[in-house]
C-alpha cells in the first residue's frame, strides 16, 4: 500500500505583521542641565547632507545640542538632547529644515483575535484578553513545529521527527505550526494576540518539515513521542492541524492494516489523550480524510467570522467569505458515525503568532482546530469537564456548544443546516 502523504490543512495566508514601528531608542549623554533639555529629532537641508558631521559639531558650540543618532540616507539630520531655551534659535538655523520632537513609540498593544472572540474566550475562566494570567496545563502541537524563540509563546520541550540525529530540533521552519500554538496558548501579556488557554506550556511535536509536509513514518514518531511522554508532562489534549488521505475501518486500523489509526486509538483509549485535528480543506466529505475520518478523534470543521461576534453581516477580511457561515473549503461530515465526533470552530482570517515575532493571518481548517485543542485544555483545567477522558471531553464540548441558543452558531449549524453537510456546532470556550 503506497505510503500517504501528509499535509497542512491551511488555505491561504495574508501577511500582518502586528508591530507599527521599533523603538528611535535616540540616546545622547546625559550630563547636569542648568535649564529645562529636550530630546528632539532636527532635520537639515539636503544641502548639509554632505557636511553633516560638521554641521552638528556647530549647532553644539553655537546652541549646546548634544547630538544621538546621525541620518544621512532617509533623511538628512540627528538625533538630540537640545537646552529648551536654544530650540527657537536652531529653528531660525539655515541649515536647519525643522526641529521635530522626538516622540516616544512602542509596539502595538495586543490584539483578542476574532476567533477567541467568537467562541467567547474572553469570558472564560482564562478571560483572554485582560492581559494577565496564565493557565496551568499542557498542550502538544503535532505540526511543522513552533518558533522556539517567539516572546509570545511558552514552549517547553518538543521533539523532532523530521530527522531521528537531531531530536531536540524541533523549531518551525514554515510557520503553520507556531501559527497553530498561538491561538491555542499565546501569552496574555499585552504582546501580538492572545490564545484560549493563555500561556499554557507547548510541546513542539514536528512530524511536518519546512514546506508542510511528511509522511505516515513522521506521523507515527510524534504519536510514539506523546504516548510516551504524555503522562509525565501532563499532556491531556493534542492538536493535529494536518491530514492525508484514507478512512476508517472501524476498528481502530487494525482490519485495514492503518498503523496510523492504531497509535492514535492507543494515544486516545490507553494514555487518555483527547486528540483534536482538522476537518481538512477539500470542501467535501471528510470521510475520505485521515486522521479526520477516525471516530476516536474530535474533527474540527471551519465557519467564518470576521468580527468576533455572532449575528452575520460583517465584511469579509482576509478572503472572499460570508460572516458566521460554513467556509466553503471545509470538509464536512455526512455519516452518522463522523457527525458524532464532529464540531466546528473559527477557521477563516484567524490572526495568530508568526515566526519570528509579531502576527500573521492565516485560514483553513489548520486555523479551526485549536481553538477547539484549546477549549478541551481549558475545561480540563478548570475542572469542568466531569469525565476527563478523551471521550468525555468531546461529549463535554459538544453537548455544550449544541445547548447554545441558535443566534450564537452559524449557517450551516445544525440549527441552520446545509442538506448533507454535518458541521457541527460551534465550540464555546466561555462555559470553561
Known sequence: ???????????????????????????????????????????????????????????????????????????????????????AALRADPNVRAVAPDRPVQATQQVLPTGVNRIDADVSSALSGNGSGTVDTAVAILDTGIDTGHRDLNVAGGFNCMDPSRPNAYRDFNGHGTHVAGTVAARDNGDDVVGVVPGARLYSVRVLGASGRGSTANILCGLDW??????????????????????????????NNDPEHQAICHVVNDVGVTMVVAAGNDGNDLAGHTPAAFDEVLTVTAMGDF??????????????????????????????????????????????TRNHGTTVVYSGTSMASPHVAGTAALCLA????ADPSPAGVAAELRGHAAARPASYGFAGDPNSPVTGRYYGYLVHAGGY
Open 1 to 87: 500500500m503506497a505510503r500517504p502523504a501528509y499535509r497542512l490543512a491551511a488555505v491561504c495566508a495574508a501577511a500582518g505583521a502586528l508591530l507599527t514601528g521599533g523603538l528611535t531608542g535616540a540616546e545622547a549623554t546625559e550630563g547636569d542641565a542648568a535649564e529645562p533639555e529636550g530630546r528632539y529629532v532636527v532635520l537639515l537641508k539636503d544641502s548639509a547632507r554632505d557636511r553633516l558631521d560638521a554641521v552638528v559639531r556647530g549647532h553644539g558650540r553655537d546652541h549646546g545640542v548634544r547630538a544621538g543618532f546621525r541620518y544621512q540616507h532617509a533623511l538628512v539630520g540627528y538625533s538630540a538632547v537640545v537646552p529648551e531655551s536654544q530650540v
Open 226 to 255: 506523546l504516548a510516551n511522554n504524555a503522562a509525565g508532562l501532563g499532556i491531556k489534549v493534542a492538536n493535529m492541524s494536518l491530514g492525508g488521505d484514507g478512512a476508517d475501518d472501524g476498528n481502530c486500523g487494525f482490519t
Open 382 to 385: 478548570s475542572g469542568q469537564c
Open 307 to 352: 468580527n468576533g461576534q455572532p449575528g452575520g453581516g460583517a465584511a469579509s477580511t482576509c478572503r472572499v467569505g460570508t460572516d458566521d457561515a460554513a467556509a466553503d473549503f471545509s470538509n464536512f461530515a455526512v455519516s452518522t458515525a463522523d457527525a458524532a465526533h464532529t464540531i466546528a470552530g473559527p477557521g477563516v482570517c484567524i490572526r495568530s
